[in-house]
């Protein structure tokens, strides 16, 4: 692949295009720092989604922010037209990725090549994310090469001290001088991937207050909080402060996240999260092709925080990879191989 030749004094109108859902978000997010350290005075937009565009908030790398889902496609391209952006690179080749800088009429397009639409991109960089060889976050770093960009950034969500002091303030209230040691166990997940049970959420989550490990704080949407509430009544060594009360906001929920000494969760969006926010994590992953921890899993400066659990077989081995989860696997519902006690026995030699 040529490369795009600017100078690094150049005051160039860059557009990155990511509108899919939270985690594909998170593991973008080291692409604002790449192009702004590369291009110092450039000017950084990112079109998004309304519901992911508090990742994004108070961070120091980027000058603007586009919401796609607030008008319609013809509006989005004449707000983007009029804009006179220099380049556009979308990070994954949707259709209004693809489409929209296209009529635009931005002049440098850059994208994956592994769609037919991936023809309207001026610059296509060939890439077989479905194989998952590489980390999400590195497969977008990959589509900088042509502008130069060869070093390793990583995702970092931004927090203002206002909302460190409110996330602060709220743990203080619920859990007293004991918020200063919290684990939060987030079972939901967007359904992208097999999950661990929530059943094994809950026995760990009693497993941790029985030993006096730490407190503990279940966190979920509304549907799923008021789910944990009712399965609260079987276990008694659980009661309703060891749950959110009602669903925060996305930057309330950040930083609450932040003040966790440990995030348990399935490979979901709030993992990504926290892994941003450089908390600790254990994180749940199936080795379904599409869903791997290759792909989906940590990416950061200090993988020994991070814990990657996947399913092995009764010998301790590893699952040999899948395409699609289906009855006729041998070790179908593997992710119920992974037990309550092997991860509780790794909390207990963590140093919180």
């Not at 519901?51 to 707000?79: G, H, M, V, W």
């Not at 960009?149 to 001290?161: T, V």
Request: hydrophobic letters at 35%.
């Amino acid at each position: 692949m040529k490369k795009i030749n600017f100078k690094k004094s150049d005051s160039i109108k860059i557009l990155l295009f990511r509108t899919d859902k939270l985690g594909d978000v998170v593991l973008s997010l080291e692409c604002i720092e790449a192009l702004k350290t590369l291009y110092p005075k450039s000017h950084i937009c990112f079109a998004m989604q309304s519901y992911t565009a508090p990742l994004i908030e108070n961070n120091p790398f980027l000058d603007e922010t586009i919401l796609t889902d607030n008008c319609s496609q013809k509006e989005l391209i004449r707000t983007i037209k009029n804009k006179n952006f220099d380049i556009s690179i979308s990070l994954f080749p949707s259709k209004i990725a693809c489409y929209v800088p296209f009529f635009a009429r931005i002049p440098i397009r850059i994208g994956p090549f592994s769609k037919i639409r991936s023809l309207l991109f001026t610059h296509k960089i060939r890439q077989k994310r479905s194989l998952g060889e590489k980390n999400e976050a590195q497969y977008n770093l990959d589509l900088l090469k042509p502008l130069g960009c060869e070093k390793k950034y990583f995702p970092k969500i931004y927090l203002s001290n206002e909302e460190i002091s409110q996330a602060k303030n709220y743990l203080h209230n619920k859990f007293g001088n004991d918020a200063k040691k919290i684990i939060i166990l987030h079972p939901g997940s967007g359904g992208s991937s097999k999950d661990w049970k929530i059943q094994n959420y809950f026995s760990l989550a009693e497993k941790i207050v029985q030993n006096n490990i730490a407190k503990v704080l279940i966190t979920g949407s509304q549907t799923e909080l008021n789910t944990y509430k009712r399965l609260m009544k079987n276990h008694p060594l659980l009661d309703q402060n060891n749950l959110l009360e009602n669903q925060k906001s996305l930057r309330e929920l950040l930083s609450i996240i932040a003040e966790a000494k440990l995030f348990l969760s399935n490979g979901t969006g709030p993992l990504h999260c926290a892994i941003a926010l450089d908390v600790p994590t254990i994180g749940f992953h199936t080795l379904m092709r599409s869903c791997k921890p290759n792909r989906w899993g940590p990416f950061c400066a200090n993988m020994k925080k991070h814990t990657i659990i996947t399913p092995t077989t009764s010998s301790g081995e590893r699952i040999p990879e899948c395409i699609s989860c289906n009855k006729k696997c041998p070790y179908y519902l593997c992710m119920d191989r992974i037990l309550v006690e092997d991860i509780f026995e790794i909390i207990k030699n963590t140093n919180l």
